[in-house]
């Protein structure tokens, strides 16, 4: 079984930033996508950024340029760098992962959420 506990939400003024980090535990053989979603009220869950075990980046196109996901393998973990946040950014942000268990079968995996809220 592979947890994800993500850390760094909370209020910030518009244009401020923020640093969400998540880190997976458990019996990882190998991790491969780690992304960062989010769901505002009355909205669909929806990608913010992923990156892949070769290092590739896809960002939505409302936050490029803005925020910046990285990965410290040796650590299984990810950040999500949130820089001149809007209130359009306030949601609900989930970490995500998936891979292979020291086992041997893939998983994916959701964190439990961390609520950022972006007002003045």
């Known amino acids: 079984q592979v947890q994800l506990v993500e850390s760094g939400g909370g209020l910030v003024q518009p244009g401020g930033s923020l640093t969400l980090s998540c880190a997976a535990s458990?019996?990882?053989?190998?991790?491969?996508?780690m992304g960062w979603y989010r769901q505002a009220p009355g909205k669909q869950r929806e990608l913010v950024a992923l990156?892949?075990?070769?290092?590739?980046?896809k960002y939505a196109d409302s936050v490029k340029g803005r925020f910046t996901i990285s990965r410290d393998n040796a650590k299984n973990t990810e950040y999500l760098q949130m820089n001149t946040l809007k209130r359009e950014d306030t949601a609900v942000y989930y970490c995500?992962?998936?891979?292979?268990?020291?086992?041997?079968?893939?998983?994916?995996?959701w964190g439990q959420g961390t609520q950022v809220t972006v007002s003045p």
């Open positions: 995500n992962a998936a891979g292979l268990t020291s086992e041997g079968p893939a998983f994916g995996s």
């Open positions: 990156t892949t075990s070769g290092s590739n980046t």
């Open positions: 458990g019996s990882i053989s190998r991790l491969y996508t």
